[in-house]
């Protein structure tokens, strides 16, 4: 018997797109019409390589899960319960609790996101009442802290100019701007993208900068813009078109219970994940309709704007339904044995035995098109 707790991922290298976008009179941005996008048969993909990761009773996730990638190992935190930071080796060995939440020595008082510096040091963010906290875990395991702030953010990222660049999304009164940099002790520096959102708003909790390399990509919910942030500042980069999954027109309008309703009745779409190389954008979209969730996963050429899309299930049961980075060509995907078993069958290689629990596993694919 499978208990559900798995990550898988997958790498491709990709090299060109067909035409099914457009660019406007605004040249630094590339727009996309979600309706419009090609269909890539994920049949040409080419799996050359699997990496077993360890899974046990003590590092037990769900199905949603961050994932960080140094060259200490691999670190994934369960969004749903955000008591722990998992460690592996990057050959697949479980190494431990890199965090945990609680009130012993060493331990977190709350977990919304985390980084890996360029030492290979575990930077936390922990945000209680008004305030936010970044953290420090060395390898030895001692916690000290950064800084504290009274910007109340909800994710953070590390840009390589220095820094920080932490968000806080619409939640007013307490968020003035969406999104803040520090320097290196907390003092804010710059804001960008003033909240002027007019009701009150719940904070969501979500992902909102994407590291490529030393690319950086910022999403919010509730819009449909792509943002790169570089020394010029924060600003867009990609525009989608969500066609009938658009926000309603007077959604910024109401209050929020009532354009949440409005939301559920239409259906909306939503930035699942973003990430991007040289050549492409990589746009993981969540679609949630009468019909159930599903999610359209979009490559976007940067020189052409031209873009493809999969469709992958919103409950992870496709091999290249959620990808989670994107480096030098590379694609990285999450997904489960279980999948794997059921999609691939005989193809699997004999050290991805079937366990008590289904485990995660680092897959390496190549795709031509």
Known sequence: MYFRVSLIMAVLTFFSC?????????????????????????????????????????????????????????????????????????????VGAAASVGEGPNQLLGLQDFQLDAQGDLLVLSSLGDQSKILKIDASGQLSEVFTTEYLAGSFSLPSS????????????????RVVLTDASGRIQSAFLPN????????????????????????????????????????PVVEIDMGKYSLPDDFWKVDLMQGFSQLQEQ???????????????????????????????LLI???????????????EEELYSDPISMKNGEIV??????????????????????QQFDYPVLITAKVSY
């Not at 968000?167 to 007013?172: Q, R, T």
């Not at 719940?202 to 570089?230: C, K, Q, V, W």
């Open 301 to 315: 050429n940067k020189k052409t704007g031209d873009s493809l899309y999969w469709d992958g299930s919103s409950a």
């Open 196 to 235: 002027d959102y007019e009701n009150e708003m719940l904070p969501m909790g979500e992902r909102n900068f994407y590291e490529s390399g030393d690319n950086l990509l910022y999403t919010e919910i509730f819009n449909n813009r792509i943002y790169a942030y570089t020394a010029e500042g924060l600003n």
């Open 267 to 297: 259906g909306f779409a939503t930035f699942k994940a973003v990430f991007e190389d040289d050549s492409h954008y990589l746009v993981n979209i969540h679609i949630q309709g009468n019909d159930g969730s599903i999610k359209k996963i």
């Open 162 to 177: 220095g820094g920080f660049l932490l968000a806080g999304g619409y939640n007013l009164p307490i968020v003035t701007n």
């Open 18 to 94: 067909n035409n099914n976008s457009e660019r406007t009179e605004d040249e630094s941005i590339i727009y996309v019409q979600l309706d419009d996008s090609d269909l890539f048969d994920t049949e040409k993909f080419e799996i050359l390589a699997f990496v077993p990761l360890e899974m046990n009773q003590y590092n037990l996730m769900g199905l949603d899960i961050r994932v960080r990638q140094s060259n200490n190992g691999i670190y994934m935190m369960d969004i749903g319960m955000r008591d722990a930071i998992q460690q592996f080796s990057l050959d697949g060995n479980y």
């Open 333 to 354: 995907f999450l997904t489960y044995h279980s999948v794997l078993q059921d999609k691939l069958a005989n193809k699997l290689p004999s050290n991805l035995t079937e």
